[in-house]
Each structure stands twice: as C-alpha cells, then as structure tokens.
C-alpha cells in the first residue's frame, strides 16, 4: 500500500552541526504533513507542520520543506543539540477532516558531544 | 495546553486476560480520537479512528473483536485488547484532535507499554 518513507534510517552528527533529515511520500493527495519527534518510552511530539501550498516553514531552529514535484519532506535542525537526539517521523494526512496520520518509518538522530 | 493523557503508562498481564487502556484529553475536547501500536524500532501503525457516540472505524487487518473501543464521551476513549497474547505485546498510543480548532496537529500521549506473559 502507500507509504511514508524515510531515506535514512539512522543519523549520527557533532553537537552544533546542522541536521538533515529526509522523507519521501508516494501519496499526491496529501495536503498536510507534520513532523514528530519521540523519545524513547514517550509518545510522538509535534516539531512543526507544513501544508502542501508551502515550500517552507521555519520554526525555533527546526525549518521545514517540501517539494511537491518529487513528494519530498525535509527536516532541518540548526545547531543540534544533544537534547535533539530521538526518533523522527514525518507523517502525512491523505486530505479531509478525518485527520488519520501515516507515519514514516523514522529516523534515528542520534548527537555527539 | 493540548494534553493527552494515557492511563496505564505500563501494564503487564497474563495470556488470556484482558486489559484496558485509557485516553484522555486533559483540556480541550475530541471528537475524533486515534489509536496506533507500536514495535520496537518500528513506526507508529494506525489501529483505528474512534468516534464520539459512534462506533470506531478499524483499519484493514486490526480485528474489531480484539481491540474494542469505546468513546463514551468527548474528553475520553477506551481500548481494550481482550483475551491478549504474547503477540499482543506493543506499545499503545493515542492521538486527540480538538473539536474546534481546524486542522491543528494532533496530540499524543505519552503511551502505554503492554507486555502479555
């Protein structure tokens, strides 16, 4: 079935570089996307969210963009910090008021001091 | 604001016995509530969509028999995974839309850890 995919399934960095991570959805008729972080043992936390008439989004060091032509999602994250180190998942909402999320399969980040 | 709570965080029970997981929106209120499991290193799969005042609505594969849901009210939804086993292992975590609000982010608790011995 269709599916939110991530590139990478680990990423490591030095504390204050910046990080990239990528994600990859099949669905043209997603309107909305969100980006998660989770925490081991926690549930998904919002990082900041996108919709499909946007190219970008910043928010407090994290920014956001997507290139619709070639359903790709990124996430960027100034200055990592060794708090930033969890799992991400980029999610997608097929359209509607439903709001159902797909969830990508996540990446693990993972900062070194 | 925005918060979602699960109760239990962590449970254990034995094969056969069933178990019940609570969702609860702490501020606002949720029409809409969802329910996904989790394996380790895995991603989040979505269960159902549970409704207020309705029946839920199941994805392709979640038997409607195991994982009964029951969403008696705006601000709380159940699951409950009957005769649980070994396989049923995973954790739990749901997700609340406010009723009002348009299309702001879900929120999530923070999970419930279910281990079936």
């Known amino acids: 079935g269709e599916s939110v995919g991530l590139h990478l399934p680990t990423l490591s960095v030095q504390e204050g570089d910046n990080s990239i991570i990528n994600c990859a959805y099949s669905?043209?008729?997603?309107?909305?996307f969100i980006w998660y972080k989770q925490e081991s043992g926690k549930g998904p936390q919002f990082i900041i969210d996108i919709r499909s008439n946007m190219d970008k989004r910043q928010g407090q060091r994290v920014t956001v963009l997507l290139n619709k032509t070639v359903k790709h999602l990124s996430l960027q994250i100034a200055a990592t910090q060794p708090g930033d180190s969890a799992v991400y998942f980029c999610?997608?909402?097929?359209?509607?008021?439903?709001?159902?999320?797909?969830f990508g399969t996540g990446t693990l980040l993972a900062v070194q001091p | 604001g925005a918060v979602v709570s699960q109760h239990p965080s962590r449970v254990i029970c034995k094969s056969g016995t069933s178990v019940k997981i609570e969702c609860r929106s702490l501020d606002f209120q949720a029409t809409t509530m969802f329910w996904y499991r989790q394996f380790p290193k895995q991603s989040l799969m979505l269960m159902a969509t549970s409704n207020e005042g309705s029946k839920a609505t199941y994805e392709q594969g979640v038997e409607k028999d195991k994982f009964l849901i029951n969403h008696a009210s705006l601000t709380l939804s159940t699951l409950t995974v009957t005769s649980a086993h070994p396989e049923d292992s995973s954790f739990y975590i749901c997700?609340?839309?406010?009723?009002?609000?348009?299309?702001?982010?879900?929120?999530f608790g923070n999970g419930t850890r279910l281990t079936v011995t």
């Open positions: 997700s609340a839309k406010p009723s009002t609000g348009g299309s702001s982010p879900l929120h």
């Open positions: 669905n043209s008729a997603s309107d909305y």
């Open positions: 999610a997608e909402n097929r359209g509607g008021a439903t709001n159902k999320l797909i």
